[in-house]
């Protein structure tokens, strides 16, 4: 079994370890790419600083806003306030590309070979990269989707349209009533299609994902498998890091790699077919051999 404090931390030269990462990717079958919320970052997307102080210096003045994390959990006290704040926050996070062409740097890597995305991220930075599809699985859903907030269904829906307008439209930090967006079932409030209790909605296209990603998680049980973890921290181990690391120790072939800014570490457990960067996800991937 794992636990967080049985891990060690890379010290290694990082040139060593690039070295080590280079001839795993060059000599891998498969590559399983593991992406939270540090890749994004990585690509320039950072909810916090200059970023943020540049779009919502108003929602920081009025309530002591302090990063776009923390505003979505803000009580707001009406709904044309909440979806003044979401909107731009979607808009800006969802349907503008990131600055840097990191996540382009990344399809270059493994395009042409077998591989698998499996992500926490919500920005949809892969697909807009070029990543095929049908080779992604975003667990936790999809800025650029509504749902029911009861749910009374199990249906998302395209929200570009409706964000777009409500960050054109808003004045003073509200929305006009007739924007808040709702249920086309039951005419509930709609929320965003992200996981963060049990009325998350798990669509059609969810389920298709999650099958894939099973079949292509069997089709990989055994042979050269490069097990991929990129800017994943603590805060939902169990859906990337703790896989990532009990399929590495299953099949004596695989590798995992870690790379992350001040939190890069690899179990005992895999000495010896693990390789734990701890240094900027956007440099690294750059130094790589295509």
Not at 51 to 62: G, H, K, Q, T, Y
Not at 189 to 203: G, H, Q
């Amino acid at each position: 079994m794992f636990f967080r404090t049985e891990t060690c931390k890379s010290t290694a030269p990082s040139s060593a370890k690039l070295a080590e990462l280079n001839a795993a990717l060059a000599s891998a079958d498969a590559v399983v790419i593991g992406a939270g919320a540090g890749l994004s970052a990585a690509a320039g997307f950072s909810y916090s600083g200059a970023r943020f102080e540049e779009n919502f210096p108003d929602f920081r003045a009025a309530y002591g806003i302090q990063d776009m994390y923390s505003g979505g959990f803000y009580p707001f006290e009406t709904p044309e306030e909440r979806w003044a704040f979401w909107s731009r926050h979607i808009l800006l996070n969802r349907y503008t590309d990131p600055p840097s062409p990191l996540y382009r740097e990344l399809l270059a890597l493994v395009e042409g070979r077998d591989y698998f995305i499996l992500t926490t991220n919500v920005d949809h930075c892969f697909q807009k990269a070029g990543f095929d599809k049908t080779r992604l699985f975003y667990t936790q859903g999809d800025y650029g989707l509504f749902q029911c907030s009861r749910p009374c269904c199990q249906e998302t829906w395209d929200n570009e349209a409706a964000v777009r307008q409500m960050a054109e439209r808003q004045r003073g930090m509200k929305i006009p009533a007739d924007l808040i967006p709702r249920c086309p079932h039951c005419g509930a409030p709609a929320v965003m299609n992200l996981r963060c209790d049990d009325t998350f909605v798990e669509d059609e296209g969810w389920h298709a994902a999650a099958a894939r990603y099973a079949a292509f998680w069997e089709a990989h049980a055994q042979g050269r498998v490069l097990f991929l973890e990129l800017g994943v921290g603590y805060n939902t181990p169990g859906i990337i890091k703790y896989p990532f690391w009990r399929m590495t120790q299953k099949n004596p072939d695989a590798v995992y790699a870690c790379v992350n800014q001040g939190d890069a570490f690899a179990p005992p457990q895999l000495k010896g077919r693990a390789i734990a960067i701890d240094g900027d996800i956007a440099q690294v991937i750059r130094q790589l051999s295509v």
